[in-house]
C-alpha cells in the first residue's frame, strides 16, 4: 500500500488501515476518529493525522491469566500515527472521567463507528466530572504555556494548545458537560470579544506555517493566559468533586460486549 497511491483521499487510507488492524490483531473496532490538531480545526499544512480507536478483542482475550496488552500502536510515519486502546482500558478510564476519550467520543472527524459505541457512550457520559476534566485542560494550558510560550520567539501553534483548554475550562464550568473538539466552536462561544480579533489574525497566519516555524511573542495573548490559568487555579480548588465511583454499569456493558 504506498501513500501517493491516496494522494488527496486520506480517509479512504485510513479505513483500509482499520480494516487490515481488524484483521491482523482479530479484534472488532467499535469507535475510530480523528485527533489532535485536525479534529481540533487548527491543523498545520504539514501536519499529520492522528488516528485513534476503540476496539474489543475475543472472550479468550480476557479470560487469560497472563498478562495482556490494552492497546495497539499500529503506525507512525510522516503521514499517519495510527493507534488504539482495548475496552478494558477504556472503560476503565472513562471511570475516572479521562478529558481525552470524551475527545475521541466528540470529534467531528469520524471515521468509523457502531451501534456498540453509541450505546456505550450514552453510559459513560454518566461518569463526566467537571472537576476533574477542567483539572485536565487546566494543567495542559498551564504547562504548555510554561514550556513553549515564555521566549521571545514562540511556535504560534502552542498558542492554541493553550487557548483551547482555557476555552473547554470555561465551557465546562458554564455548561457541566464535555466541551465541543472543534476550537472554533469554543471560540465563538467562549472567547472573550476583545480577545478575538487577537485569535482570528493568530489563525490566519498559523494556517500558512509549518509545525517548527516561530513569531514573536503576544504580550497581550500572553497576559491574557496567565490570568485566566490564576483564575483557573483558584476555581476548580473550590469545586466539590463529583466524580462517579459506582462501577455496576460499565462492568455490565463490559460482559455483554465480550
Known sequence: MKYKDFEGNIEELVKLKLDEIEKKENIKILHAV???SRAWGFASPDSDYDVRFIYVQQKEFYLSLEDTKDFIDWELNETLDINGWDLNKALRLFHK???TLFEWANSPIVYRTTPEWEKLYKIAEKYFSTKAVMYHYYGTAKSNYYEFLQGDNVKYKKYFYVIRPLLACKWIEERQCPPPVL???LMNTMLDSKMKDV??????IKATMKESDKGKRIEKLN?????RIVYYKDT???????RNTDWRELNKIFISYI
Request: hydrophobic fraction near 35%.
Open 34 to 36: 480523528e485527533s489532535g
Open 97 to 99: 472521567s479521562n478529558a
Open 183 to 185: 476550537f472554533e466552536t
Open 199 to 204: 485569535i482570528d489574525e493568530l489563525l490566519e
Open 223 to 227: 497576559q491574557y493566559i496567565e490570568d
Open 236 to 242: 476548580i480548588a473550590k469545586r466539590v468533586d463529583d
